[in-house]
């Protein structure tokens, strides 16, 4: 079974900046994109960045220029860099991956989710 921990969540004021990380645990044989989604209150969960195994990103307009994803597949480990952030950032950010499992089967997994939290 597949895990993903992400954690690097908490309260930061508007301007600030903050680092998630999310780490994949279990049996498999390799991870293909991962991502991070948000889900504020009241709203639905949104894409807010993506990155392949080979490392090509892709952003939310929302969020260019301000976040900054990155991996590091002999880890297996994903981040977010938010720098600038802004009280519209506040939601629970998810991490997400598309992991080929030893059943030799893709599944997508989720992260329970860290809250971040921008004060204005």
């Known amino acids: 079974q597949v895990q993903l921990v992400d954690s690097g969540g908490g309260l930061v004021q508007a301007g600030g900046s903050l680092r998630l990380s999310c780490a994949a645990s279990g049996r498999f044989f390799r991870i293909n994109a991962m991502g991070w989604y948000r889900q504020a209150p009241g709203r639905q969960r949104e894409l807010v960045t993506t990155?392949?195994?080979?490392?090509?990103?892709n952003y939310a307009d929302s969020v260019k220029g301000r976040f900054t994803i990155s991996r590091d597949n002999a880890k297996n480990t994903v981040y977010l860099q938010m720098n600038s952030l802004k009280p519209e950032d506040t939601a629970v950010y998810y991490c997400?991956?598309?992991?080929?499992?030893?059943?030799?089967?893709?599944?997508?997994?989720w992260g329970a989710g860290t809250l971040v939290t921008v004060s204005s």
């Open positions: 990155i392949t195994s080979g490392g090509t990103t």
């Open positions: 997400n991956a598309m992991v080929l499992t030893i059943s030799m089967t893709w599944n997508e997994v």
